[in-house]
C-alpha cells in the first residue's frame, strides 16, 4: 500500500534537506578558506620575516650590498629550505648550461675522462668528429698538463672545467701515450654528446647509454640498426654510471624497443595517476639484457625497469640508486630558474622505485677497484659484462 505524505510535511522535509546540503556546502567551504587563510598568513609571516631582516640589513650594514648576489641568494635558500635535495635554483647562466646539456650540447673539446690512480686524467672517450678527435686524441691518453698546469696541483674537478670553456677558444695540453709525451692545441666548440657509444662483441651487440638528451634516440635507435646490421644476435644495454635525464627521451628509446603498452605514468602530489607515455605495436625482436649498479639512477631506472615489466629482457649487476621522483624546471621572468620536484614516476608496472631502487634479476658485484676502473674495463676484464654475455647467449640458444 502506497503512503502519502501532506503537502506540509513534504516542504518542511526539503527544507531540512536544502539546509543539510547548506550546510555541508558551508562546512567544506569553510575548511578550504580556512586552509587559504593560514596560506596567505604563513607567507604574510614569512614576507614580515624577511623584510625586518632587510631593513636592518639596509640601516647597519656596513658595506654596500650586491642586490643580483642577494636575490641570487634568496632564491637559492627558498628552494633549499624545501629540503629536497631534487630541488634548486639556477642563476641564468646555470639554467642556460641545464638547458644546453638537455639538448645534447656542450662546449668543449668532445672527451669524458676520469681520474687516474697516478692524480692525471685519462681519457675514457673520444667522441666522433670532435676537436679532440680532429687533434688525434685517442681513449687511453693521459692527460697531464693544461695550459701548461699540472693536472695533479689543479685537481679533477678544475682539470675538467679548464678543459671546458668558451666557444672558439683555444687550450692547450700535454698528454702521455705510451711513456711518450705530446703537445697539442685544440679549439673548443660546441659539440654534440649523446651519450651513446656502441660496438661489436662477437655476436652480441653492446650499446653504452650515458645519458638521456634530447639528441639520445636517434643516436641510440641508429646504434641498434647498425649492430643488427652487422648481424648482432642479442644486445647488451649498459646504464651503469647513468644518473637520468629527459624522461621523453627515455620514452622515445622504450617506445622503439617494445611492443604496444603503457611505458611511464606519473603521480602527483593530490595522489592521482596519469600515464605520461605509451609504445605502439612496432619493437625490435632480438633478445636483450640490461647492465645496472649503484649509480644508475631516475631515467636510467626507468628504462631498466620497463625493459623487464615488458619482459624484453632481463637485469645484471646491483641494485640502482632509487630515485622515482619527476622534477619539472620552470623560467623565471629574469631568465633564471627554478626545478621543484612534482610527482612521481612509476614505470609499466606502476611499481614505484623511490628509496628503494630496482634490484637485478642477476646480483654481480663489482670490487672497489673495478669500480673505480669500470669506464676503462671490457668484455675480459669486467665481471659484470661477462655475466651479461653468458646470459644473452643462453637466451639466444634457447
Known sequence: MNKKISLGAAICFMAIAAAATFIITMYY????????????????????????????????????????????????GYMDGLGDV???????????????QNAGELIGIGVSAMLDDSGYLLLTAVSTGSPA???????????????????????????????QGEDGTVVN?????????????????????SGISYRMIDTLGYVKVGSFNASTFEDFRYAVEDLKSQGAQGLIFDVRGNTGGL???????????L???DLISQTNHKGETSVLYTSDADCVELPMVCLINGDTASAAELFACDLRDFRAAELIGETT??????????????????ITTTAYYNPHSGVNFQGVGVKPDYEVALTAEQKQNLEVLD???????????????????K
Open 259 to 261: 611492443p604496444e603498452g
Open 379 to 397: 668484455e675480459y676484464t669486467d665481471p659484470q659484462l661477462k655475466k651479461a654475455m653468458n646470459v644473452l647467449e643462453s637466451m639466444i640458444d
Open 321 to 338: 640508486y632509487g630515485k622515482g621522483v619527476l622534477q619539472t624546471a620552470y623560467a623565471l621572468e629574469d631568465g633564471s630558474a627554478i
Open 86 to 100: 631534487y630541488s634548486r635554483y639556477m642563476t641564468q647562466e646555470e639554467y642556460k648550461q641545464y638547458q644546453q
Open 133 to 163: 678527435e680532429a687533434a688525434g686524441l685517442q681513449a687511453g691518453d693521459m692527460i697531464i698538463k693544461i695550459d701548461g698546469k699540472d693536472v695533479l696541483a689543479m685537481g679533477f674537478e678544475n682539470s675538467v672545467e679548464s678543459i
Open 29 to 76: 567551504a569553510l575548511n578550504i578558506f580556512n586552509g587559504k587563510v593560514a596560506n596567505v598568513a604563513e607567507r604574510e609571516e614569512m614576507y614580515s620575516k624577511l623584510s625586518e631582516i632587510d631593513k636592518i640589513v639596509r640601516n647597519q650594514y656596513l658595506w654596500d650590498v650586491d642586490e643580483e648576489a642577494l636575490m641570487d641568494s634568496i632564491a637559492d
Open 173 to 193: 695540453l700535454v698528454y702521455r701515450r705510451d711513456s711518450e709525451e705530446y703537445t697539442v692545441d685544440i679549439t673548443r666548440k660546441r659539440v654534440k654528446d
Open 247 to 257: 624522461v621523453s627521451s627515455v620514452a622515445e628509446m622504450l617506445d622503439y624497443l
